[in-house]
């Protein structure tokens, strides 16, 4: 991925979440946050099954997410992000899965 002029490998396992600002993508990380300009979609296509699109401008990890609310995933750093009425039974079903799987 590149970001800021600069290349880099980011290890999906330390992807917490990515948030969409405009053009640029947000990749919030164990070790702090970058910055790519890639489409939201293109990362959704990209990242593995465990992440998920909570909704336009969220991509989460389930490895990170420490409990799902009505409409809100609190993540394990106590971030939250909103969860759209429409999609929450949905996302809800998919955490459930992932974590009896895993």
Do not use: W
């Amino acid at each position: 991925m590149s970001y800021d002029n600069a290349v880099t490998v980011l290890n999906t396992n330390e992807i917490k979440y990515c948030e969409s600002n405009g053009r640029k993508l947000i990749f919030h990380t164990l070790s702090g946050t970058y910055t790519a300009y890639i489409k939201i979609s293109e990362a959704t296509d990209k990242l593995p099954p465990n992440f998920v699109r909570l909704h336009k401008s969220f991509i989460v990890n389930f490895d990170y997410i420490a409990a799902i609310y009505p409409y809100a995933a609190r993540l394990r750093d106590g971030t939250e992000i909103s969860i759209p009425q429409k999609k929450y039974k949905t996302v809800k079903e998919m955490f459930i899965s992932y974590a009896d799987a895993g």
